[in-house]
Structure formats: C-alpha cells, structure tokens
C-alpha cells in the first residue's frame, strides 16, 4: 500500500475510528494502514493490543486522514460513549464525547471468532443506532479481519448474515462491508478506497461545526 499514499484526489480532512471487541485486529490493521512501510508484506505481526487508544495522521492520496484506535476490551467499551476524549498521555479529558470525534467509522471484526459474532453484533448494532440519531452522515464500514486465506465472498455472506448487516443498510445511512487481512495486507487498499468514495466534504464541515458549538458550550 505504500506508493498509493503519494496519489493524488482529494484532498479532504477527516477522522476515521476504529472499534470492534477486543483482540479483532484493530492494532494490527491500524500499524498497516499508518506505516506501511515498517511492516513487511506476508510478515507474522506480533502486536500489543491497544490499551486505551492509539492515534496517527497521514496522508493518503493527497488527503489528510487521522485514525483512532480504541481498545476493546470490556472495561474500555463504555469510554467509546463517555463524555470525555483522550489526551496524548492517554489520560481523559472531559471535552466531547469519544465516539463523536470522528467523521466515520470502521469497526474490526475477527473472521476467525465465530462464537463472537453476537457479541460483536451487539456492539456493532448499538454503534449504528447511535450514528443514526446523528443529524449529518458517518460511514460506517464493517471490515471483517483475518481472512489470510484469501477474502471469500461466500464466507463474507455468512458472516454478514450473523452481524444482520443487511438490516443496518436499509436503515439509509452509509454502511457497507469489506473483508481485509492485516497480515497479509490483502483488502486493506480496497478499505481506504471506500472511506474516501463515501465521506463528503459538506458532512465533514457540518460535524465539523457542530462539534464547535458543543466544544464551545462546554468551555
């Protein structure tokens, strides 16, 4: 994915976060994403995972794109909605709520653990439903991780199908759904293509503002 961060479309600004249960690969898909150029292709990562949060600019395509990446485990997951972001000491500071930071979202599924699907399902359900009352749009991409073997269209379907991800895309809102591996950097490519294809630069600046307002009515 290297030489694509040179490409030129844009530019737009904007912030993607990235959630999903704990041990889905967040870690690993945001360090090849983020520095590509540090992980060699085929390699065995081996990865802490995130504590608390992770975050990191680039630019891609002539864009400006920062990722978050929250952990997720148990204790963490209500921090996704507290009234609170973090600050760079991983400390929290009580300006906006963390889960509206960002401009869309991408939420980390492992392919591999199938007796998470509810669980995961759960999170992800809850996740739209709140992105729904939104007054502007985020795009919302399921990215299914740990396909080393290949992205399989049948196997996305199932999984698909145990996530009901069918039922969050007739809601109206932007979702859609990618199979990647942050091992072997297969699908990673296609998933930043998708953000750029769906983020607009009017619902960018109308969070954007709104998220001044709010900022501003706390100060």
């Known amino acids: 994915m290297g030489s694509s961060l040179s490409k030129t479309t844009g530019p737009l600004k904007f912030d993607i976060l990235l959630i999903g249960l704990d041990n889905a690969g967040k870690t690993s898909l945001f360090k090849r994403i983020t520095q590509p150029e540090t992980v060699s292709l085929d390699s065995d990562l081996v990865i802490e995972p995130t504590i608390a949060f992770e975050k990191e600019s680039i630019q891609y395509r002539n864009n400006n794109i920062t990722l978050w990446s929250l952990g997720g485990q148990n204790k963490i997951r209500p921090l996704w909605r507290s009234c609170g972001s973090f600050s760079s000491d991983n400390e929290i500071m009580l300006t906006s709520p963390v889960l509206w930071n960002a401009h869309a979202y991408m ?25 729904h009352h939104r007054q502007y749009k985020h795009p919302l991409l399921v990215v299914v991780n740990k396909m080393d073997s290949g992205v399989n269209a049948e196997r996305l379907g199932e999984i698909s199908k145990a996530l009901d991800v069918t039922k969050l895309e007739k809601s109206g809102r932007i979702v859609g759904m ?42």
């Open 178 to 219: 990618k199979g990647v591996s942050a091992r072997t950097n297969e699908g990673v490519e296609e998933v930043m293509q998708w953000f750029l294809e769906n983020t607009s630069a009017a619902d960018i600046a109308l969070h954007d503002e709104h998220r001044k307002e709010v900022e501003g009515s706390r100060a």
């Open 107 to 131: 939420f980390v599924v492992d392919a591999t653990a199938p007796e998470r699907f509810a669980e995961a399902k759960e999170e992800l359900h809850r996740l739209h439903e709140e992105l």
